[in-house]
């Protein structure tokens, strides 16, 4: 049997698998009082604690999240660098809190050994299990089937034990909702296989999935789950976040919640389609939206993409450092600075000035300065990144402001 292990569960240099470093990443935040305040498909978008209802407490547990996931570090080390900074906020042993949902004053556990401990494997866990997925759906074609398999737990669910060895194709609507880890504690995990294996093992008929009814004494819901499987663990975050990536490539996200926006926009800005356009390949992909007042004065189609043709001196920059840039596009969304030219050749220009920072922890990486960007109209209406480079706010004023542009908005 396999040693259990407290580490992220890979090991690698230079970084962590980039799928599963980007989950967590390009995740929103969510204070909540309860972990039966936040569904599932908000799980899958928005970076969430129990009673960590102030968002200091929120970005302190996920930079070291964070720093666990790309480092690989253990969990005695993400206890140790986590905890100091969770006791200065005051978020640590048993503290009164007001119930938001109820107004009332409680007794409530923060931040414990215990609950760091599942706070880390729940949420390591689940973003290797996204970035699985990812890797599942871009890999298919040549690894078209999965094997559930279980961890190495001395004891079994019944209805985990029951599912070991089950072969089905990737595309199976069982993995919509069984896809592990599918509850607290839950070591289960799939593997990626061939045809030839998959038969050599025996492909499995889809099984019939029992449900059961689950009271929400928060919101006084019912809800069915799948027996077998925790509240809250029912559906496939990475399949979740790859549908609002589909969504936002058929132009069905703009009124989306805006946590599910940005998140998409952010795994897309950042996944592998736009990367092997970077490296040369032809292809057009939405990577940002635009605030919806700046694209009806300007007449433009709000989603944004990225494409080979008028991207393509981009590539002359390093790929890693315009996939470590393009996410902060993706918070076009948010900007406040808009300018528009037309040049003597009739082609409009919209140069953008997006102050905030991509990095998940609400700070400025290596004391960047905001991103400036611009982006040409395309004949079907949308905008198409052509330039970006760092500059600080008030140069890009005097730039705009010099060169025959328009301010739209400040």
Known sequence: MMAETDRPGYSFDPGPPPEVSRFLKNKGYMPAFSWQDVEPEEHAVAFSVAKATQLDVLKDIREELQAAIDEGLPFAEFQKRLRPRLEARGWWGRKKQIDP??????EVQLGSPRRLKTIYRANIRTARAAGQWERI??????????????GPSERHRPHHAAKEGLVLPVDDPFWDTWMPPNGWGCKCHVRQITRREAEERGISESPETPMREVFNSRTGEIKSIPSGIDPGWERNPGKLRREAMDRLLHDKLIAADPQIATAAMRDMASS??????????????????LPKKIAARIGAHRVVVFNDRTSRHLFEDKT?????DLPEIGLLARAEKFALRTDEH????LHVLIEESADPHGRIRHQRNPLSAIFYFQDDGHLALVTKHRVRGPKWMRRASQKGWQLLWE
């Open 137 to 150: 759906e871009r890999t298919k074609k040549a690894l078209p089937y999965l094997v559930y398999l279980l």
């Open 346 to 349: 009739g082609r409009r220009a």
């Open 272 to 289: 592998w389609m736009v990367r092997r356009i970077a490296e040369g390949d032809a292809g057009s992909v939405p990577i940002a939206i």
């Open 101 to 106: 949902q109820t107004g009332k004053i409680r």
């Open 320 to 324: 890693d450092r315009l996939m470590d």
